[in-house]
């Protein structure tokens, strides 16, 4: 019987590993499968020309983005700039030279001499492609921010795809004026040559955005920076956006100076809080002479209370690296910035973040940067359920800011009465 019960178990563990072992080398088949189809295209050889080879290209479906919108133009970046003029491929590891492009038609021009019969498949590299987006320009409707958002969601899904490196937006400056002196003819070829072996990019992207009847007309250019010819024109009309994901992707900039406070900030008193926010015309930091005003009374209350100036503008500060502002008051005070960001699959999940400064009888500038941001605690205790919300899941996603707050903290201050000033408050790259 003991011995039955061994043979038994040995023929279940032998199962069990023989299942494992068939299942690994199934998920590496998979993997190594979709490894190749992500570098290489399969095409039909349809003329063959000495050096020369013509190919007809079997175009597969390429990753789509989450976003239908945005993908269904990340598509056509792919699919229209997937093979280039002067770039450099190889069939079935032979090196080849791309010549010209029509469509899935596609004429490359051997290095060395091979033999390819017409009719036959080969496998094509898919190159590695360096592209530039510039920014897209609102030509027609009120939200001058949708050509920043369109941009940066395009610019995930292209790197996303895998088929692109996207240029760092410092160097966008460099390529262009070096594609527009080329573009007018005052280079020798020599200084051409030399200028192709500095170029940083194989593509540029770029267009206008016009918004018509609740719709966007999309009109994009693509550019090969080597020949400065436009490779595709990328014109499609789409909602683009549901209107909450429409954010304010600026500097913000808020200094005051009007005689009323914008409506995006929370003034006037809180009853709850015990503090005031407002309009004061008497005190500015450096040239300015207005600043937001925060007047409070720590003495009356044994609870803890966030004083603050609230902005609830809902905000992408994806492409900046944090805040600045002055700030004086009538005592040396601990003061706190804070930012509540949301999830994009849930916008009632949320998560603050913060940090600390100093405050002074003297204007003084403070600096912030978004990473120096640690998880507020107190949100997940109670201050979520304060503001209607639940907490998250503790990612800090600057794309989705929809609460910004600086103010004092009665836990972090003595119980005292008195006044804040804030001005001058900006992000910064």
Not at 34 to 41: D, G, H, R, S, T
Not at 167 to 183: H, Q, S
Request: charged letters at 25%; glycine letters at 6%.
């Amino acid at each position: 019987m003991k011995k039955m019960t061994h043979c038994y178990v040995f023929f279940i563990t032998t199962m069990i590993t023989a299942f494992l072992f068939c299942s690994c080398a199934a998920m590496q088949t998979s993997k190594e499968s979709e490894k190749i189809e992500q570098l290489y295209i399969e095409a039909t050889v349809q003329n063959v020309l000495d050096d020369e080879i013509v190919l007809t290209l079997h175009l597969p479906e390429f990753k789509k983005s989450a976003d239908p919108f945005i993908g269904e133009i990340a598509q056509q970046v792919i699919r229209k700039g997937l093979f280039i003029e002067e770039l450099t491929t190889e069939i079935e590891g032979t090196s080849v030279v791309v010549k010209e492009v029509h469509g899935n038609i596609v004429k490359v021009l051997l290095k060395k001499p091979m033999s390819y019969p017409v009719g036959s498949t080969v496998n094509l590299k898919i190159p590695q492609k360096t592209i530039a987006i510039v920014d897209f320009e609102v030509i027609r409707g009120k939200q001058k921010e949708a050509g920043r958002v369109t941009l940066e969601k395009l610019t995930s899904a292209l790197i996303d795809s895998g088929h692109f490196n996207v240029v760092e937006r410092a160097k966008l400056k460099t390529i262009i004026d070096e594609l527009k002196l080329g573009m007018t003819g005052l280079m020798s070829k020599s200084s051409m040559d030399k200028v192709g072996q500095l170029q940083m990019a194989d593509l540029i992207l770029t267009g206008t955005l016009a918004e018509m009847r609740g719709k966007w007309d999309i009109n994009l250019r693509l550019l090969n920076v080597k020949t400065g010819q436009a490779v595709a024109a990328i014109t499609m009309q789409t909602k683009l956006f549901r209107p909450s994901e429409m954010r304010d992707s600026g500097p913000l900039n808020a200094d005051f100076e009007s005689d009323v406070v914008d409506p995006s900030w929370n003034t006037g008193y809180k009853r709850r809080g015990g503090f005031r926010v407002g309009l004061a015309t008497a005190e500015g930091a450096g040239d300015s002479r207005h600043s937001l005003e925060l007047q409070f009374n720590f003495k009356e209350r044994s609870d803890m209370v966030f004083a603050r100036a609230e902005n609830r503008e809902k905000r992408d500060l994806y492409l900046y690296s944090g805040v600045e502002f002055y700030v004086k008051s009538t005592r040396l005070l601990t003061g706190t910035f804070w930012i509540a960001t949301s999830n994009p699959d849930d916008p009632n999940s949320m998560d603050a973040w913060t940090g600390n400064f100093d405050t002074d009888t003297q204007w003084k500038k403070v600096r912030i940067p978004f990473d120096s941001l640690t998880i507020g605690r107190r949100w997940i205790k109670k201050g979520a359920e304060k503001y209607g919300a639940k907490y998250g899941d503790q990612v800090l996603r600057l794309d989705r800011v929809e609460i910004v707050s600086i103010g004092l903290p009665s836990l972090n201050n003595p119980p005292v009465k008195g006044k804040m000033w804030i001005d001058k408050i900006s992000f910064y790259q």
